[in-house]
């Protein structure tokens, strides 16, 4: 299989959403270095790179490459042996380490929240550190818990421990947003939870981004994570030289070199499947009903469509529950009680199969910003792309 | 017994109290400089090694010892007496916050480093709040363990309830030796046992609901 990758639109996310307006700052590391002392080989030989603003940059290599430590150099909980990095044109050490840190968002694995402080206090910190005053700060938290789709009524006077894996995970993104920061440092944010719960988190993280174009530097050891959340990819090597910098398409199709083919991989056709996202194959548009509508209503409605289920959407026109008609019992339609695993737009098809597979009806409602209803994707449509995609590599 | 006891209400009442003061204060100032030490040999892994090292000695020196060797430097009273009594109190809470300072996650450290907080700011709002049910576990035997040394204390001069102790071995096979003996140990034992329920319902107050077990 030989698909020229390149010759497909550019995936930067200006050209994809185009909406959002940039909140992110460029990232410059020049001749960045970083030696230990005792050890021979550097850490970090000579590392220089530019990180767009408003773009995801994941970090990517073995074990030892030196990618966390080059992450950690750009807030300064390592400190370069030579080199220099500028966030926004300004050199980073031009302000207090502290100063730098609360102005630049953090986020490690599990969350890394306080246990003993509530889930409102965890995130209020930078922005107390930064000196808001409460009531600032307490409509922020309101702003962000919704933001990472918790109800802010509801957990923001948890503790931690009251919160699942990924919930806390949700409330250590929130915490890493809560001052605005333009730059995001994230080291294998979502390495401690399941992978549907991470495939969730990583949707998320998409949406969130949508809105916020934040600049974005993430540490993973997963490829696949990788190709689906970065914008551009930095595949790293021993002493952190640089494999190869690019969009994942580019880096499928054309890897640089052999450590870069061996590092992706193979199946890379399958890998391809995290390159598309489900907004890019036809969602169908099945029934809806919302809840608190009449049951007759709606079942007319569907049989109209020759539909055998609905989807019902709350009154904020959230998916919540995707039922079948024979399930509608009483005269209205009720919340349901089931847990709706909905894909957001900007997951794969990749994920979608996975969540298909789980899934009765032999599909996944696929949402938008906040959650909002967009339709439903199918297997078909998926077989469908996979066979476009494929005839378009024959030629 | 009993009318040994309404007899002398007033004084033991006051000399039940005396003892309290005095363990309470020391227990006090003994838990602000075992917590200060505390720190200081988180920061400075080098002191961690003799720090137990005293401690354990500390702990074998007999009190008796210890009062006695106080009056060499000081004259009858309260002062050995409290300074006795806070030298033991030291100790356990030391140990505990040492090994509860430590126990605090590392990532957590690094993420409150990362989020820019400084190591004054750490030390206050993330290291101590989190080893402070450890520290407090040590108070508490702290507290338990200065009530007997400060029934020693008495022979120094000390108030408290030692005095009637004391008093019953200096009195032995006279009439009321046993009766002094057993009220002060008694008292001692009561006293004991209200100071730890004070310190339990602090623990329930200052411990925060995210980390209480």
């Known amino acids: 299989m030989t ?59 073995p074990s030892g490459c030196g990618k966390t430590t080059s992450l950690k150099m750009i807030n300064r909980l390592i400190e370069p042996t030579s080199g220099t990095i500028r966030i926004g044109g300004e050199d980073i050490r031009g302000q207090s380490e502290n100063e730098l840190r609360r102005n630049i968002g953090y986020v490690i694995q599990g969350g890394s929240l306080f246990p003993h402080m509530t889930v409102a206090k965890n995130i209020a910190l930078v922005p107390k550190l930064l000196g808001w005053d409460a009531k600032r700060i307490s409509t922020r938290v309101e702003e962000l818990l919704d933001l990472v789709g918790l109800d802010p009524s509801r957990y923001r006077d948890r503790y931690p421990r009251e919160l699942s894996g990924g919930q806390q995970q949700r409330v250590g993104v929130a915490r890493g947003l809560a001052a605005d920061p333009p730059v995001i440092l994230m080291d294998e944010p979502f390495g401690a939870v399941d992978p549907i719960t991470r495939q969730r988190l990583q949707d998320e993280l998409l949406s969130i981004q949508r809105e916020l174009r934040k600049t974005i530097v993430c540490v993973t050891h997963d490829i696949d994570e990788a190709i689906k959340l970065g914008d551009r990819i930095l595949i790293l090597q021993e002493g952190a030289q640089i494999a190869q910098y690019d969009t994942p398409e580019v880096i499928l199709g054309a890897p640089a070199n052999e450590f870069v083919e061996d590092f992706v991989g193979s199946g890379s056709s399958l890998k391809q499947l995290s390159l598309t996202r489900v907004s890019e194959v036809e969602l169908r548009r099945p029934t809806t009903a919302t809840v608190g509508e009449q049951v007759a209503e709606v079942k007319r409605r569907a049989e109209a469509n020759g539909d055998r289920s609905v989807i019902v959407l709350d009154s904020r026109n959230r998916p919540v529950g995707w039922p079948w008609l024979r399930q509608l019992k009483g005269d209205v339609v009720l919340e349901p009680t089931e847990d709706l695993v909905n894909l957001d737009q900007r997951a794969t098809l990749n994920d979608a199969l996975d969540t298909m597979l789980s899934s009765s009806h032999g599909g996944a409602v696929v949402t938008g910003d906040r959650d909002q209803y967009l339709g439903v994707v199918v297997f078909d449509a998926v077989t469908d792309h996979i066979r476009s995609l494929e005839e378009q590599a024959r030629g | 017994m009993w009318d040994f006891i309404v007899e002398r209400r007033e004084a033991l009442l006051y000399n039940t109290f005396q003892h309290a003061n005095l363990v309470v204060q020391a227990v006090l100032v003994a838990t602000v400089i075992a917590v200060l030490l505390a720190v200081l040999i988180t920061r400075v892994p080098r002191l961690e090694g003799p720090a137990n090292a005293i401690s354990a000695i500390g702990l074998t020196i007999p009190s008796f010892a210890l009062v006695s060797l106080l009056l060499t430097f000081f004259s009858f009273g309260s002062l050995p007496a409290f300074i006795a009594v806070a030298f033991y109190a030291v100790l356990p809470v030391l140990r505990n916050a040492v090994v509860g300072l430590q126990g605090v996650d590392a990532t957590l450290l690094e993420s409150a480093r990362g989020m820019g907080m400084s190591e004054v700011t750490t030390l206050v709002r993330v290291r101590l709040p989190l080893a402070w049910p450890v520290i407090l576990a040590g108070v508490r035997v702290s507290m338990q363990m200065s009530m007997g040394v400060a029934a020693i204390a008495a022979y120094v001069g000390g108030p408290g309830l030692g005095t009637y102790i004391l008093k019953g071995l200096t009195q032995i096979g006279g009439a009321n030796a046993i009766n002094y003996a057993l009220v002060g140990t008694i008292g001692v034992v009561v006293v004991a046992l209200l100071a730890d329920l004070v310190l339990l319902l602090v623990g329930r107050a200052t411990i925060s609901k995210g980390i209480r077990v």
């Open chain 1, 3 to 61: 698909t020229d990758l390149t010759k497909e639109p550019e995936r930067t996310p200006a050209a994809q959403e185009g909406a959002a307006e940039i909140s992110g700052a460029e990232i410059v590391l020049e001749g960045v270095v970083k030696k230990y002392p005792g050890q021979k080989a550097a850490a970090v030989e000579s590392l220089s790179l530019t990180i767009p603003a408003g773009e995801i940059v994941m970090f990517i290599g």
